[in-house]
């Protein structure tokens, strides 16, 4: 086999085809990820549990099968592609910490669905990525997993609650990592760190669980569109032991981007945060201008009818309800060690009786109909700022925090208040790096949202802006 110099940004599909053509094998690709960490990591601190170990040994069986393969067609769609996972869910043999230094640190027995997955399609895991606590808010800064620091800046947070899945991507430390979204925790860290991040639609992606009455879900971090669908293709699998579960999709998701792009869609606009008085930094405003203009280059029609959003107060009642119990279920060897933002949230959720959750998931239903309803009959698509704010500075939550469990909490609404909503409604929706800060030299993220099941829609659109207005060759200084 020949050697192959590897380049660290390699996006996921491209280092599987490598894989395919004997170019590079599996254990030299998990062995660049590992040297890199070794060389970024205690700065990033993007990694929480490393099993070098098992991960070469993992390689070596991948690279014994492209061996024995008669043909690639043989070969799973990522094998032997190196994946780290969010320390949120279970790998056979590895510690789930959730990011809690009151977890169970016993190993875990069997992996979880989606990891399966994962496998099944011939990745290999390589090791786990910092969370935050239960990934309650959005930035790691926990007393469990210490600082993960932004590749861009490291000054800055990557955001979160896929801290370390952000941090990893971008760094170069590795070509693709799992990430999951409860309230943006895909599409924060994805324009934090300048990566693509789509949030699928409400059960396209089935757990062992339905987290969060359906509000939070899998996904990935990638460079690429083509790695997202890819991803996507992976992990949108029928599941029939699920609660709820669709049919497969009627064709891979890969295929859309090959489509021709979507022309004369309806484009709607929401710059104005869901919180009333919270403000947008202007560079998140600049990059929806971007993506606006090339939208229209395009042939699309921007509208102005607004859309409609239900109360904030009876929304956030409604979402908190449901969102302080995520951590329902996580096993912990010592409650004392929980986080004070966390502690907190944990003693809200047992204040509420069986009654009182019910009528809040029912109004969330009710009020995310209003919102989709209201989305269909106005748009094909809607454009936002990711986020309110460019990647905070680390410790910024710890400013005025006035003794107030909750601060942390509160410190992330303007990272997610444009993200939050669309778990909430259950629709897709996508961050771009469409747009990049002059004055801080920090990626600025667009979001796109789409109808629910419109995955392919917002694939093929966002593939055209990738085209339109490409962001592979910007890499942080510190790789």
């Not at 947070?157 to 070509?175: T, Y």
């Amino acid at each position: 086999m020949t050697r192959y110099s590897i380049d660290p940004f390699t996006s996921a599909v491209e280092l599987a085809a490598a894989i395919r053509r004997k170019e590079v094998s599996p254990l030299e690709a998990a062995d660049a990820y590992l040297e890199r960490m070794d060389a970024l990591d205690p700065r990033l601190n993007a990694y929480c549990h490393r099993a070098d170990e098992d991960v070469r040994k993992a390689a070596a069986m991948a690279a014994d099968a492209v061996v024995r393969a008669a043909s690639p067609e043989e070969l799973p769609p990522f094998h032997g592609v190196p994946l780290p996972i969010k320390d949120y869910l279970d790998v056979a043999g590895w510690p789930t910490t959730y990011g809690s230094a009151g977890a169970d640190p016993t190993p875990a027995g069997v992996s979880a669905p989606v990891v399966r997955r994962f496998t099944d399609a011939g990745f290999v895991p390589l090791g786990k990525t910092t969370t935050s606590e239960f990934g309650s808010v959005a930035f790691t800064e926990s007393e469990a997993l210490g600082i993960t620091r932004n590749p861009w800046d490291p000054d800055r947070s990557p955001g979160g609650s896929s801290s370390g899945a952000g941090a990893a991507v971008a760094s170069g430390m590795a070509p693709i990592a799992h990430a999951a979204d409860g309230g943006g925790s895909i599409r924060v860290p994805a324009s934090c760190n300048g990566l693509v991040g789509l949030k699928p639609t409400r059960g396209l992606v089935t757990d062992a669980t339905v987290r969060c009455e359906g509000m939070a879900t899998d996904g990935a971090v990638t460079r690429t569109v083509a790695d997202s669908a890819a991803v996507l293709d992976v992990l949108a699998r029928h599941d029939p032991a699920a609660w709820w579960s669709p049919s497969p999709p009627r064709r891979p998701f890969a295929d859309a981007l090959t489509a021709a792009p979507p022309a004369g869609l309806r484009v709607g606009v929401l710059v104005e945060p869901p919180i009333a008085g919270m403000s947008v930094d202007p560079a998140c405003l600049a990059a929806v201008d971007t993506a606006l203009r090339a939208l229209e280059a395009a042939g699309h029609h921007v509208v102005d009818t607004p859309l409609p959003l239900p109360p904030t107060d009876e929304l956030i009642a409604a979402f908190t309800t449901i969102w302080n119990t995520a951590a329902a279920g996580v096993p912990l060897a010592d409650p004392d060690r929980v986080e004070p933002h966390n502690r907190a949230l944990r003693e809200a959720a047992r204040a509420v009786d069986s009654w009182a959750y019910a009528e809040a998931v029912q109004r969330t239903q009710r009020l995310s109909r209003c919102v989709v309803e209201a989305f269909v009959g106005s748009f094909d698509l809607l454009v936002t700022p990711t986020m309110a704010c460019l990647p905070p500075p680390v410790g910024f939550w710890r400013a005025d925090g006035d003794g107030d469990p909750l601060s942390p909490l509160r410190k992330s609404y303007p990272l997610a208040v444009f993200t939050s909503l669309f778990n909430v409604t259950g629709q897709p929706a996508i961050s771009l790096p469409l747009h990049h800060d002059d004055a801080t030299g920090l990626p600025v993220g667009v979001q796109l949202v789409a109808a629910p099941w419109q995955e392919d829609l917002l694939l093929r659109v966002a593939r055209a802006l990738e085209l339109a207005l490409p962001w592979a060759g910007r890499r942080p200084a510190l790789s």
